[in-house]
């Protein structure tokens, strides 16, 4: 027996270590928060003592725990009720369902205050599913909700949906300059319908009154719950500072960076966060934006493994729904979206992002840039070379975020360079069917290349971008290994499956990499941090349709236990 015994001791089962070779051992032991010893049942059972806890799996997996490498953990804590009205399918199925739920809000809230709700995506409202072109207005919401201002986030987080009261009390009208790349969508006699699209979103999200410190944390709170549940130890957390708090509704005094310090310094943060500043909006200028990351400046982490800004998050273009992200062919119907930033031609904003790549890179900071159109990436992907030919650093692992349409020659430069790219697997399964409308059935069905970056060389991560989609990694194994969509079950692109092995490894070792960790956590090995997830039953001979059914029963963050639903 060792000098210290071990804390807890894992038999009966598969555990995945998801090591270089992905070695599958039978048993594992934890000593003092880390892993003490990996193998067969007999040499590991003896690194028990007396007061060691051992637990028998069952037939069960052990995984390292799951690290969501692009999650909004305030935002998604932000969408629950009574916070926010749950305007989502399956809780609305139509624009009067929607209607009908935020009139019962406003009967239960005082007069000229605002009513949010989150979650509403076109493609599963009956009325614009059978009229591609009718979608929602303020008049749908102005009849239930005509004394309070009223803002819908839809599920993408790239629409909101207001009534007449809120752009009142914005101060939008038919004279409202839009933002770059941004879309006020406006009527024939040249009125705001409504819906507000990319970088015109602010224009209403500003309005909203700062929510306090306290409800944040609480937020935030009841995220950590959740993703003790699912097994999730680790997420990336794209986007706090001055151009990320409208969107947590934060106020400059009380950052929402700040509210994650405070539940760091009470023992609280029970997942591992990585950190991206985000220090401007999604329209600013070069100039702007760099000034803004100039002015930020940060302490360093109490504790680095806990909480840990990174990186610098970046906007270059919209989303293909909204066509607005910017693309080399035409859209269904015309059009090919264009970059967000900055600047009245493409050479402009072209040379605007590139200097904002440049001067994060030259700054030492990680580069994590939303984008999603092939046009767009490719621009971005360049402007990560050039920024890292013009200031050379080692290891600076820049990547593109979402990364839709990543096309082959991208990847190779990602892979030549060294840098990566985060997927949303839990996206695809939801809009597969939806993205042929906007795209056509060839490019919706590359979407998400996962299998050509991976062959390519590229290290891929990946997200569920919540509360886009729920942070279920489980859905996300099962699409990447299916490429099967939500609504119909249809298949969206077969030659881009992965294996069960890889699928799994983008949400481990190699989000341990993005987060410049994987030489402590990601995997199951001797030494690392005992973040640990265990599923009931057999990931390893289970059907990928069966996946997203299969229990998390365990769930350790540093040898901690965050959620235990095992049975000794």
Known sequence: MPATPADLVFVGGSVLTVDSRFTTASALAVTDGLISAVGERAEVMAHAGPGTRVVDLKGGTLLPGINDAHLHGCALGLIRPPLSVDVAHPAVRSIADVAEAVGKAAARTPAGEWITGHGWDAGYLAECVADPSRLPTRQDLDAVSPDHPVLL???????????????ARSGVDRDTPVPPGAVIVTDVAGEPTGLLQEGAQDLVHRALPALSP???AEAIRATLRTLARLGITSYTEPGLGPGGDALMRGALAHSTLDVYRRLLADGELTARVSVLLLPSGMTSTAEDFVQALAAMDEPPSADPRRLHIIGVKLF??????????WM??????????????????????????????????????????????????????????AADAAHPRPDARHYVIHGDFLTARSMRTLARHGFGVNMNPTIKWTVADLEEEFVGP??????????????????VTSGSDAPVTLPDWRQGVSTMMLRESKAGGRVSG???????????RTYTVDAAWQDFAEEWKGSLEVGKVADLCVLGGDLLT???????????????VGGDIVHDDLTI
């Open 328 to 385: 080399h062919e035409p859209y269904v119907g015309g059009g090919c979206g264009s970059l967000c930033v900055g600047g009245d031609t493409d050479e402009e904003r072209v040379a605007q992002i590139a200097e904002m790549i440049r001067y994060t890179h030259a700054a030492g900071y990680q580069a994590g840039v939303h984008v999603t159109g092939d046009r767009a990436i490719d621009t971005v992907v360049d402007a990560f070379a």
């Open 542 to 556: 289970a059907d990928p349709h069966d996946i997203p059914g299969m229990p998390v029963v365990f769930t350790a």
């Open 214 to 216: 306290q409800v944040r």
């Open 316 to 325: 270059a273009d919209g989303i293909p729904v909204n066509k607005t992200a």
């Open 442 to 459: 060839q490019r919706a069905a590359y979407e998400w290349p996962y299998r050509d970056a991976i062959d390519a060389g590229v290290t």
């Open 494 to 504: 077969p030659d881009q499956r992965i294996r069960l092995a890889e699928a799994i």
């Open 153 to 167: 986030y839809s599920a993408t987080g790239h629409s909101t949906w207001v009534n007449s009261a809120a752009l």
